[in-house]
């Protein structure tokens, strides 16, 4: 907001609103700003939010990770899953993914974590076979 010609109350106000994902619209509205107004201090919270995640979050130290999934319905007979990747002691998400429950998709969440920590935490399962595996065929040791 340093170049913003907003007042500075103005500013303090929209700021809450992007963090708790009230749109553009709501957000432009419950400030009394215009519309493309919510949708600059939108973008550029965004692209700040990003670099600051991309500068400090990959240097958390952690001791383990853990997998899991959550089922969503999101239809009659249409479900979704959620697969995540925590950071054991911090509640950290290192990684998130929807998509169906398949050893593929729990590769594709274990490969990210891997190719962002500095170190090789220990991971934590459920239990379920294809998480093994997906360590297996992603870090090469179980």
Same mark, same amino acid.
């Given at each position: ?9 103005? *500013? ?6 992007? $963090? =708790?994902?009230?749109?553009?619209? *709501? ?6 700003? !215009?519309?493309?107004? &919510?949708?600059?201090?939108?973008? +550029?919270? !965004? ?7 991309? @500068? ?8 383990? +990770? ?8 999101? $239809? ?16 950290? $998400?290192? =990684?998130?993914? %929807?998509?169906? $429950?398949?050893?593929?998709? %729990?590769?594709? %969440?274990?490969?990210?974590? %891997?190719?962002?920590?500095? !170190? ?6 459920? &239990? =379920?076979?294809?998480? *093994?595996? !997906?360590?297996? @065929?992603?870090? &090469?040791?179980?």
């Amino acid at each position: 907001m340093a170049r913003s010609k907003l007042p500075e109350d103005t *500013g303090i106000r929209l700021l809450p609103g992007q $963090r =708790w994902g009230v749109c553009e619209a *709501g957000t432009a509205t419950l400030c009394a700003v !215009a519309l493309t107004t &919510g949708h600059r201090c939108q973008r +550029v919270a !965004a692209h700040r939010a990003a670099t600051h995640h991309r @500068q400090v979050g990959g240097e958390v130290d952690i001791p383990g +990770v853990q997998l899991d999934e959550a089922q969503a319905t999101l $239809r009659p007979r249409q479900v979704a899953w959620s697969h995540t990747a925590l950071a054991m002691g911090s509640g950290l $998400r290192r =990684w998130g993914d %929807v998509g169906p $429950r398949t050893q593929e998709q %729990v590769a594709a %969440v274990v490969a990210q974590v %891997v190719a962002r920590g500095r !170190a090789r935490p220990r991971w934590l399962t459920d &239990g =379920w076979n294809a998480s *093994g595996a !997906a360590l297996l @065929q992603a870090v &090469g040791m179980v």
